[in-house]
């Protein structure tokens, strides 16, 4: 039933938008104002940021040398291990802030996870332009100032929870800063304060759509729009439809990102639920193959490389952001004529395995467990190297109604090892296990055990635990 109401919503003449002259623009003409946008920024941070400037002294460019998009690539990069470097050797704020400190007006942080924290000195003004794709966003997947938002993403320390909740508000939503935690709140809120619309990571959107079945709450519900962001989940067929599972009768599951040490959302899936698409006016998109770090091949998986084209406080350009997609330049059937994610992102390039070999993401595993309903969503993915070859095990809790189904020939055993066969050129081992071993996450999922760098299995039980 929800997918012709799905289909209903898609099949609409006019797609709302917020800025239908950017959204619908020809690719040439996109080409151009990025081109326009990328000489004034780099023209910018070349008189204001003295991080930029030494970057583009120590290979000879001058902001002239920027003249059409297609000059981006004699630009450095720029990694987060700089701008860490950065901010110790000049602190605290480091060398890119381009605007006095009277004028900022925010601290936020990144969440430090992968070493020391980096600060991200924000101005007003950078707070109204990203309020604005905000909005942009939230109307691209059909959020408007009839919802009551339910927000469950971190407020503290981080710039997206907050920096979102403010677009949600300029939209004229009715938002409730829930943050994160405290499942028996979120619950009750769900069912008591009308809420339509509903954002959290798309592990948390699992584990609360999960409680609600298991207390039968579906039929309190008035949720018509649920979005997902800040890891793999919510993108591609498989993942959808777990979600519309677990959120019967909603209209759209879309999937959200951005990356806080740039902006805030800078891609949403429109209701066609067809691959985010990506704010190109604002970001300039690179899709660069990340053993050379040149321009994909049309169709590739690549890594996907950023420039901020609007911020004014510290914009980063070229910035390695190092997550893997493919992208798709097709116009979609919304009318917008922005690329998009095809579908979601695979995973960071960081993360992704390498198996005898070969590169496994793993998204791949996600949506493999994801198309076998016999299993209930739950897994990991256990990488050893016994007699010095490696080893896949793909271990997943199997659905409560399932325990006969499991084994000899044809059984889910063999059906799962063939399905991975096709998809990694190589075995998995799989193992089943019964619903409710594996640990719980409620945040972001963590489902990887890779031995071979010394993870241990205890190890995703203390971060389940962190969690709570
Ligand atoms: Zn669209």
């Known amino acids: 039933m929800s997918k012709n109401i799905r289909e209903g ?8 938008m917020h800025s239908p002259h950017i959204e619908t623009m020809s690719r040439e003409e996109m080409r151009d104002l990025q081109g326009k946008r990328l000489n004034a920024q780099v023209t910018y941070v070349y008189r204001n940021s003295s991080f930029y400037r030494r970057k583009f002294e120590s290979v000879g460019l001058e902001p002239d040398d920027i003249r059409t998009i297609d000059d981006i690539s004699k630009i450095p990069f720029t990694t987060k291990d700089e701008l860490r470097a950065d901010q110790e050797n000049n602190p605290p704020y480091g ?92 619950l009750w809120s769900l069912t008591n304060m009308g809420v339509t619309a509903l954002h959290a990571t798309p592990t948390y959107l699992t584990y609360l759509g999960h409680e609600i079945q298991r207390r039968g709450l579906q039929d309190q519900l008035s949720l018509r729009i649920v979005f997902g962001g800040g890891e793999i989940g919510c993108a591609g067929g498989p993942a959808k439809e777990r979600l519309r599972d677990l959120y019967p009768g909603v209209q759209t599951i879309a999937d959200v990102g951005g990356v806080t040490d740039v902006g805030t959302m800078f891609w949403a899936e429109c209701i066609a639920e067809a691959g985010a698409h990506l704010w190109e006016d604002s970001i300039a998109f690179e899709l660069l193959n990340p053993d050379t770090l040149s321009t994909a091949e049309p169709g590739a998986t690549g890594e996907l490389v950023v420039s901020d084209l609007v911020s004014k406080t510290a914009p980063l350009l070229r910035y390695r952001i190092m997550d893997l997609t493919k992208l798709n330049y097709e116009p979609c059937e919304c009318g917008r004529t922005l690329a998009r994610l095809d579908p979601g992102i695979l995973g960071r390039s960081d993360d992704m395995l390498v198996i005898r070999g070969a590169n496994v993401h793993p998204s791949a595993i996600d949506d493999i467990v994801k198309q076998f309903r016999e299993l209930n969503g739950e897994y990991q993915i256990i990488v050893d190297r016994p007699e010095d070859l490696d080893r896949l095990t793909v271990r997943a809790e199997t659905s409560p109604e399932q325990a006969n189904a499991l084994n000899g020939p044809g059984g889910l055993p063999s059906r799962l090892e ?51």
């Open 9 to 16: 919503a898609v099949g609409m003449t006019k797609a709302k």
């Open 95 to 186: 060398s890119n802030v381009c605007i006095p400190l009277e004028d900022v007006v925010w601290l936020p942080t990144t969440s430090g996870t992968t070493g020391r924290p980096v600060i991200l000195p924000r101005g007003q003004a950078d707070i109204e332009t990203w309020n604005d794709l905000n909005v942009r966003s939230y109307i691209a997947l059909g959020m408007t100032n009839q919802d009551v938002f339910q927000h469950v993403i971190t407020y503290h320390w981080i710039y997206g929870g907050l920096a979102l909740f403010m677009g949600a508000q300029k939209l004229g939503a009715a938002v409730i800063n829930a943050g994160t935690g405290n499942t028996e709140k979120q």
């Open 418 to 468: 063939a399905a991975f066969k096709v998809a990694f050129g190589s075995r998995a081992n799989i193992e089943l296990v019964d619903p409710g071993t594996l640990p719980r996450f409620t945040y972001k999922a963590s489902r990887l055990v890779d031995k071979r760098r010394g993870d241990t299995e205890e190890s995703l039980w203390e971060k389940a635990e962190a969690q709570k």
